[in-house]
Nanobody, 125 residues
Framework: QVQLVESGGRSVQAGGSLRLSCVASGRTFRTYAVGWFRRAPGKEREFVAAIHEMDTITYYADSVKGRFTISRDIAKNTVYLQMNSLKPEDTAAYYC??????????????????WGQGTQVTVSS
């Protein structure tokens, strides 16, 4: 079983940048695809980005494409989400999760598990 802990969220001005971290413990991250999701107040959890266990393969939600980058540091057992050109609509709690085998390119939260506790990102205009 993998345990995940997210960090790096804080309040920033629109146009700013943040880097979120998702650190795994319990088992190596290396053999899992990992995704980032977010949940804004009053909304459902929505997909943001995912990275395949072969780290060169990634996919993104259209709303963040070109602004966010997902990456992995194998040695640190960590997946990052670099967020640039932040907008107020990016305000949400951000979560990482491990994708279940056989669900590559899924954007559905139900196909991910081992969620962390989340980290809050607030973007002000």
């Amino acid at each position: 079983q993998v345990q995940l802990v997210e960090s790096g969220g804080r309040s920033v001005q629109a146009g700013g940048s943040l880097r979120l971290s998702c650190v795994a413990s319990g088992r190596t991250f290396r053999t899992y695809a990992v995704g980032w999701f977010r949940r804004a107040p009053g909304k459902e959890r929505e997909f943001v980005a995912a990275i395949h266990e072969m780290d060169t393969i990634t996919y993104y939600a259209d709303s963040v494409k070109g602004r966010f980058t997902i990456s992995r540091d194998i040695a640190k057992n960590t997946v990052y989400l670099q967020m640039n050109s932040l907008k107020p609509e990016d305000t949400a709690a951000y979560y990482c999760g491990v994708q279940r085998y056989g669900y590559w390119r899924s954007t559905q939260p139900a196909n991910f598990d081992s969620w962390g506790q989340g980290t809050q990102v607030t973007v002000s205009s």
